[in-house]
């Protein structure tokens, strides 16, 4: 077994630079939300919220990336006004009782993410790779912070009926759609120091679908940005366990733990792909599971 040698990059955000490559770094996700797949309606509380943020810091986080409106399949978009209400004060309280604290604004909204910089964030994390607001790479590039783009295939309320894919077409689509966020990200005037790429897990990709862009991951080094990977409790690896869990057991339930070791299973694979940061619910088993992962891809650059 070999693997390839995880390519480092300086990611310039709106203060500071981080370094990606050395290590893996852990982006812990707080949804402000009372409807997102699997922790809806826990955090929408500020107090709840803030207690939250506080312990994924304490276990390791390396970014928290904030979002005020679930992307789930078949969600109902909000606007602008109210993912704010939601996201805003708890971004600021954040900051106030960890004022060194890397935030994220997971939002597709170009005045959200305005106000989250101008609240402190440094980094905006657009689901859409700025296709659902026209004014969204102006105003990263205007803001000079952090981008991350993702890739998707329509909106939410599309997903359930988007032509399937054939396992040799995943990787080949995500690298050519990818590409051109990158280029129309790059031709809007942001820095590309600035741009981090995310595949898109569960994104408009169903089931099974997400198993060859996984198994491939490594191709999307040929684009020549840092890579961020979100598993966590997505659908596909729940579906697969719980057919395990039936064939070999009698029994299609699926625990809390069962779930947090399937991400785990596919966070490490990531990893091993060449993934430069995750986006995971629970940090302290992504902490871990980095930690292993990261020392086979240093021992792998000595041997190689």
């Known amino acids: 077994m070999s693997f390839n040698v995880r390519p480092h990059f300086d990611w310039r955000l709106r ?60 969600s109902t978009p ?3 006004a109210e993912e704010q209400s939601r996201v805003l004060p708890i971004l600021r309280a954040i900051l106030a009782a960890r ?11 170009a005045e959200t993410a305005r106000l989250a910089i101008d609240s402190g964030a440094e980094i905006v994390n657009d689901v859409s790779g700025f296709l659902w ?53 790059l031709a809007a005037g942001i820095a590309r120091e600035s741009i981090v790429l995310d595949p898109g897990f569960g994104f408009g990709k169903s089931f099974d679908e997400n198993y060859p862009l996984l198994a491939r991951l490594d191709a999307l080094h040929t684009l020549g940005f840092p890579l961020l990977v979100g598993v966590s409790r997505k659908g596909f690896l729940r579906h697969a366990s719980q057919q395990d869990a039936l ?5 299609p339930h ?11 299973a596919a966070n490490t694979a990531a990893i091993l792909a060449g993934a430069h ?24 650059a000595v041997t190689t």
Not at 36 to 43: A, C, I, L, R
């Open 277 to 300: 940061i995750l986006r995971v619910h629970d940090v302290r088993p992504a902490r871990a599971a980095a930690a292993i992962a990261d020392r086979i891809l240093a021992a792998a």
């Open 133 to 185: 607001d026209d004014a969204m790479a102006a105003t990263c590039a205007s803001l000079a912070c952090g981008t991350i783009l993702m890739h998707t295939r329509g909106r939410p309320y599309e997903w359930r009926s988007l032509p399937v894919l054939a396992s040799t077409e995943v990787t080949p689509l995500v690298l050519r759609e990818l590409r051109a966020r990158a280029h129309a990200a």
């Open 78 to 80: 909000i606007t602008p």
């Open 99 to 109: 004022p060194d604290a890397i935030l994220s604004i997971d939002t597709y909204h």
């Open 247 to 251: 064939k070999n057991a009698g029994a």
């Open 254 to 264: 699926l625990d809390s733990e069962m779930w947090v070791s399937a991400t785990t």
């Open 15 to 74: 203060t500071r630079i981080l370094a990606l490559g050395p290590r893996t770094l852990i982006m812990g996700i707080l949804n402000a939300t009372p409807d997102s797949f699997s922790d809806g309606g826990q955090f929408l509380d500020p107090h709840a919220a803030l207690d939250h943020a506080l312990q994924m810091l304490d276990d390791g986080a390396d970014i928290l990336d904030l979002g005020g409106e679930s992307t789930r399949p078949n």
